[in-house]
């Protein structure tokens, strides 16, 4: 079909080969690994007893990933909008087992600009003692798209979590909700980049700290462009003696954008170290100026600009 060689392009250029393509409602391919299990959602459902407990009723659509030994690549999935008005409501289930270490790209996104879809996504993502995650996810949407991802992370004593967000082309409305329960000496580093452009976006992020020695980093940059309003409510919460912080910046590129930052910062234990830090500002006219001299148009220069902001 041709969605679904759309869709494969689009992943190649920042990934493997896909594990798990689905187009639509349509899984148009599953390739399993040695040592994984890649099913729909629907099917882990009905032949796993354990993953009924994971959810209230029966996944629609999805995916479900459960890595039991030790492999070579790292995992792909592609899920992907690609007719009119479509509207996805998915179940992703991420299993890790004990002492294994794994590494997934994630890409979602619409073939093309105005068809005006629908995605939600609804996860868990759990990672075994010991074991350790780095989650690329990038989204890629059109104009008129609403994009609603609400992900759940769940870690093990010793497990490890590196979770990279970007939206590479911002949909016109993202609620973005993710939250992490860290165990005993777990550890999360959290990075999201948001690109806003005539954009509404919504970001709710948490990060508990459950068990002793857990130590969580959640890193913020966003930017605001052609009318974007942006609203990030984030927060580190020490329930045992763990370690914390939360980094937010944010960068207003025209005066009709608004970014609020709602930093939050808990401490539910005495022994508990917990610090934050955040900024809004704008672009400098000394730096524009600079390069300016050196050949760029105005908007090669904020491009630059812009582009190094969301990758310090």
């Given at each position: 079909?041709?969605?679904?060689?759309?869709?494969n392009?689009a992943?190649?250029?920042?990934?493997?080969?896909v594990?798990?393509?689905?187009?639509?409602?349509?899984?148009?391919?599953i390739?399993?690994?040695?040592?994984?299990?890649?099913?729909?959602?629907?099917?882990?459902?009905?032949?796993?007893?354990?993953?009924?407990?994971?959810f209230k009723i029966k996944p629609?659509?999805g995916?479900?990933?459960?890595?039991?030994?030790q492999?070579?690549?790292?995992l792909?999935?592609c899920?992907?909008?690609?007719?009119?008005?479509?509207?996805?409501n998915?179940?992703?289930i991420?299993?890790?087992?004990?002492?294994?270490k794994?590494?997934?790209?994630v890409?979602?996104?619409?073939?093309?600009?105005?068809?005006?879809?629908?995605h939600?996504?609804?996860?868990?993502?759990?990672?075994?003692?010991g074991?350790s995650?780095?989650?690329?996810?990038?989204h890629?949407?059109?104009?008129k798209?609403?994009?609603?991802p609400?992900y759940?992370?769940f870690?093990?004593k010793?497990?490890?979590?590196?979770?990279?967000?970007?939206?590479l082309l911002p949909?016109?409305?993202?609620?973005?909700i993710t939250?992490?329960?860290?165990?005993?000496?777990?550890s999360v580093q959290m990075?999201?980049?948001?690109n806003?452009?005539?954009?509404?976006?919504?970001?709710k992020?948490?990060?508990f700290l459950e068990g002793?020695n857990?130590?969580g980093?959640?890193?913020?940059r966003?930017?605001?462009?052609?009318?974007?309003?942006i609203k990030?409510?984030?927060?580190?919460?020490?329930?045992?003696?763990?370690?914390?912080?939360?980094d937010?910046?944010?960068?207003?590129?025209?005066?009709k954008s608004?970014?609020?930052?709602?930093?939050?910062?808990?401490?539910?234990?005495r022994?508990?170290?917990?610090?934050h830090?955040a900024?809004?500002g704008?672009?400098?006219?000394?730096?524009?100026?600079y390069l300016?001299?050196?050949?760029?148009?105005?908007?090669?220069?904020?491009?630059?600009?812009?582009?190094?902001f969301?990758?310090a």
């Open positions: 079909m041709k969605g679904a060689k759309n869709a392009r992943y190649e250029k920042s990934s493997a080969p594990n798990f393509l689905q187009i639509d409602h349509r899984v148009e391919n390739s399993q690994p040695k040592g994984t299990i890649i099913l729909p959602s629907s099917k882990a459902w009905e032949n796993f007893p354990w993953v009924k407990s994971l629609k659509e995916y479900f990933i459960w890595v039991k030994e492999g070579d690549m790292p792909s999935t899920l992907t909008i690609s007719s009119p008005k479509t509207v996805q998915l179940t992703n991420l299993v890790v087992e004990k002492n294994i794994a590494k997934a790209n890409l979602c996104n619409s073939i093309k600009n105005n068809l005006c879809g629908t939600k996504a609804k996860g868990k993502l759990i990672l075994r003692e074991a995650l780095e989650y690329s996810h990038i890629k949407w059109g104009e798209d609403f994009v609603n609400d759940e992370f870690l093990e010793d497990a490890k979590l590196v979770y990279n967000y970007q939206n949909p016109e409305k993202l609620d973005l939250s992490v329960h860290s165990k005993e000496n777990s990075n999201f980049v948001i806003g452009v005539n954009s509404k976006i919504n970001l992020e948490k990060i002793d857990a130590q980093i959640m890193k913020l966003l930017v605001g462009k052609k009318n974007s309003q990030a409510e984030s927060s580190v919460v020490a329930l045992a003696a763990g370690k914390g912080h939360l937010c910046q944010g960068l207003l590129v025209d005066e608004t970014i609020f930052l709602s930093p939050e910062i808990i401490c539910k234990n022994l508990a170290q917990i610090t830090e900024s809004l704008k672009i400098s006219e000394e730096e524009l100026n300016r001299m050196r050949g760029l148009k105005e908007s090669e220069a904020i491009d630059l600009i812009v582009s190094g969301l990758q």
